[in-house]
């Protein structure tokens, strides 16, 4: 079936640089992509959106990247502060019954050394 | 400010038993979604609902799983009877009908021995 998946299970970065977290999918009809942070303890908390129709969004130190022709979408995390260490999770979303129904990928680590 | 709550925040049972899970949406939301997360299968949709009427459970096993929302400030996950198995962190989360974007609760982890 489709899957949503991620390359890079654990990233390792310095403080202050910059972080790229990736993400695979596979259902080209999905409508709307999202990029979640889960710190340890706590429940997923929303990042960043991006519409099929566009290829690049930009949020306060954040960027997701969209490329429909390979199917893959990435998160840049500039100047990386250790407050930034989580799971990212990316999602695809699919209209369905007039809700958007989302499909979670497995998550990246990202470990921030100070 | 405005947020998902969940109770209870951990839960240890004995295989057999009854478990309930409790979610408040946020205020106003009318979409909730149950989550199962584990280790080694990541964050699995149960089951949601719109307006308060189930859409979708196919992620839930039926025989022992059931969600429901008895009004607009509360959903229920129960579990009965509960397994091992089960032991995983429950997440509710809520949004608009419009919108893609959902709001999670801190989750409820259960341990089932």
């Known amino acids: 079936g489709e899957s949503v998946g991620l390359h890079l299970p654990t990233l390792s970065v310095q403080e202050g640089d910059n972080s790229i977290i990736n993400c695979a999918y596979s259902?080209?009809?999905?409508?709307?992509f999202i990029w979640y942070k889960q710190e340890s303890g706590k429940g997923p908390q929303f990042i960043i959106d991006i519409r099929s129709n566009m290829d690049k969004r930009q949020g306060q130190r954040v960027t997701v990247l969209l490329n429909k022709t390979v199917k893959h979408l990435s998160l840049q995390i500039a100047a990386t502060q250790p407050g930034d260490s989580a799971v990212y999770f990316c999602a695809e979303l699919l209209q369905s019954g007039g809700s958007y129904i989302p499909t979670f990928g497995r998550g990246t680590s990202l470990i921030v050394h100070p | 400010d405005a947020r998902v709550t969940q109770t209870p925040r951990h839960k240890v049972t004995e295989m057999g038993q009854e478990v309930t899970m409790r979610c408040q949406p946020i205020?106003?939301?009318?979409?909730v979604f149950w989550y199962r997360q584990t280790m080694m299968q990541g964050l699995e949709l149960l089951a949601y609902f719109r307006n308060r009427a189930p859409l979708d459970d196919s992620g839930m096993p039926k025989d022992r799983f059931s969600a429901e929302m008895p009004d607009a400030t509360l959903a229920t996950l129960k579990i009965q009877p509960s397994e091992p198995r089960d032991s995983a962190v429950y997440f509710c989360?809520?949004?608009?009908?419009?919108?893609?974007?959902?709001?999670f609760g801190p989750g409820t982890r259960l341990t089932v021995t």
């Open positions: 989360a809520s949004g608009l009908v419009t919108g893609s974007v959902q709001y």
């Open positions: 205020l106003g939301h009318n979409t």
């Open positions: 259902n080209s009809a999905s409508d709307y």
